[in-house]
């Protein structure tokens, strides 16, 4: 099956620094989404990215298809951005998502 | 719009009981897929069902998990006789027709003592 890494394992951040969290995957993927556990353990949506960029906010995202990985942009790191990043793929419409083992990321005040 | 729904949020079961797990989908939304985290790991796919219909249930344990997604009511994720292994937390994910994008729920954290 796809392989999904995720780069680094663990990140610690002084508040209003930057960030990019990277997600390399083996085989082609038709679906690639980025989320953030929070510490409460909730999944939370960040992007729909299985190719070009994407902004939100401070938060931005590019996934290069051809060349097989991702990226996570976090711009003037909060406190509240600390958790766990998982970037997901699928091969297709209505499949299933292999996740990555995440990025925690710690957020230092 | 209401997100996905779980219940319960928590659950605690002894060694050898039964644990039912619920999910409601968005409104719109037939496809529904289950997740399971151990602790400290990712999340692992489980089974992918439409209404009636069990799609893909490639990572399900062989024996003692079932799942179901009836014509009206929730999904339900059934593990029976259950194991201290079994304890982590369950999510649920739905998807529209065709598109690809998937909904978390908020999870059910199982504990097996």
């Known amino acids: 099956g796809i392989q999904v890494e995720q780069s680094p394992p663990d990140l610690i951040l002084q508040e209003g620094a930057n960030s990019t969290l990277r997600c390399n995957f083996s085989d082609s993927v038709n679906n690639l989404q980025w989320f953030h556990q929070n510490p409460w353990g909730q999944l939370i949506n960040l992007f729909y990215?299985?190719?070009g960029t994407k902004q939100n906010g401070r938060l931005s995202a590019t996934t290069v298809a051809t060349e097989r990985y991702s990226l996570l942009y976090i711009s003037s790191s909060q406190t509240t951005d600390s958790g766990v990043y998982f970037c997901a793929v699928g091969g297709g419409a209505n499949s299933k998502l292999t996740f990555g083992k995440g990025i925690t990321l710690s957020v230092r005040p | 719009n209401a997100g996905v729904m779980q219940n319960p949020r928590h659950l605690v079961r002894r060694r050898g009981q039964e644990a039912r797990l619920r999910c409601s989908p968005m409104?719109?939304?037939?496809?529904v897929y289950w997740y399971r985290q151990l602790p400290e790991e990712g999340l692992k796919f489980m089974v992918y069902?439409?209404?009636?219909?069990?799609?893909?249930e490639s990572g399900m344990p062989k024996e003692r998990f079932s799942a179901e997604f009836p014509k009206e009511g929730p999904s339900i994720l059934r593990i029976q006789q259950v194991v201290r292994g079994d304890s982590a937390a369950y999510f649920c994910?739905?998807?529209?027709?065709?598109?690809?994008?998937?909904?978390f729920g908020p999870g059910t954290r199982l504990l097996v003592l």
């Open positions: 990215i299985p190719s």
């Open positions: 069902l439409q209404k009636e219909n069990i799609i893909d």
């Open positions: 409104k719109g939304h037939s496809h």
């Open positions: 994910a739905s998807s529209p027709p065709g598109l690809e994008t998937q909904y």
